[in-house]
T-cell receptor, first 115, second 109 residues
Framework: DSGVTQTPKHLITATGQRVTLRCSPR?????VYWYQQSLDQGLQFLIQ???????AKGNILERFSAQQFPDLHSELNLSSLELGDSALYFC??????????????FGSGTRLTVV | GQNIDQPTEMTATEGAIVQINCTYQTSGFNGLFWYQQHAGEAPTFLSY????GLEEKGRFSSFLSRSKGYSYLLLKELQMKDSASYLCAVKFNDYKLSFGAGTTVTVRA
């Protein structure tokens, strides 16, 4: 157990639907990062939050949004789902983006299948 | 993203040594990480380099040359359980960690 909790582990939904993925960071970690990993592709950075505020944005689609709550858990919302959104979605946390050590600790991921 | 390149696949025999190379753009470099990822599982941290040189951790070592934009991960005394994808990740000055596509290492008996 890495200390980063992601729910649900698996999600199967239809095209056009909306889903919410949840992440609880490791205790004491203020930053949360979301990554998408499609089949045969590397981890693609989506978005980062630090202590409740958006810190950095990657190639995140407009149909996707995220937020980090006061208790530091984060949610990634995916809407108008398309077949191509099927992927593993990982959440990671770290203590601080500026300080050391800032090793990213990953959750076990949510496997999203859009049918 | 940000031109992080590593080989797609490598195969080696149990007990052997394998070296996985990674090149990256040097502009804005702020640290390099290696992660191991078994199929369908979360990436797990292996090593971190921010200064030039070799970092050794048991059977795994990682090397960095900042001027060349080059790193390698050395896996010694390979075991079957080392069959996995190895991800090179670079931290640039924009806070996020950018990953290469990963190198799938297959260890054969």
């Amino acid at each position: 157990d890495s200390g980063v909790t992601q729910t649900p582990k698996h999600l199967i939904t239809a095209t056009g639907q909306r889903v919410t993925l949840r992440c609880s960071p490791r205790s004491g970690d203020l930053s949360v990062y979301w990554y998408q990993q499609s089949l045969d592709q590397g981890l693609q950075f989506l978005i980062q939050y630090y202590n409740g505020e958006e810190r950095a944005k990657g190639n995140i689609l407009e149909r996707f949004s995220a937020q980090q709550f006061p208790d530091l858990h984060s949610e990634l919302n995916l809407s108008s789902l398309e077949l191509g959104d099927s992927a593993l979605y990982f959440c990671a946390s770290s203590y601080s983006p500026e300080g050391e050590p800032y090793v990213y600790t990953f959750g076990s991921g949510t496997r999203l299948t859009v049918v | 993203g940000q031109n992080i390149d590593q080989p797609t696949e490598m195969t080696a025999t149990e007990g052997a040594i394998v070296q996985i190379n990674c090149t990256y753009q040097t502009s804005g470099f702020n640290g390099l990480f290696w992660y191991q990822q078994h199929a369908g599982e979360a990436p797990t941290f292996l090593s971190y380099n921010v200064l030039d040189g070799l970092e050794e951790k048991g059977r795994f070592s990682s090397f960095l040359s900042r001027s060349k934009g080059y790193s390698y991960l050395l896996l010694k005394e390979l075991q079957m359980k080392d069959s996995a994808s190895y991800l090179c990740a670079v931290k640039f000055n924009d806070y996020k960690l950018s990953f290469g596509a990963g190198t799938t290492v297959t260890v054969r008996a």
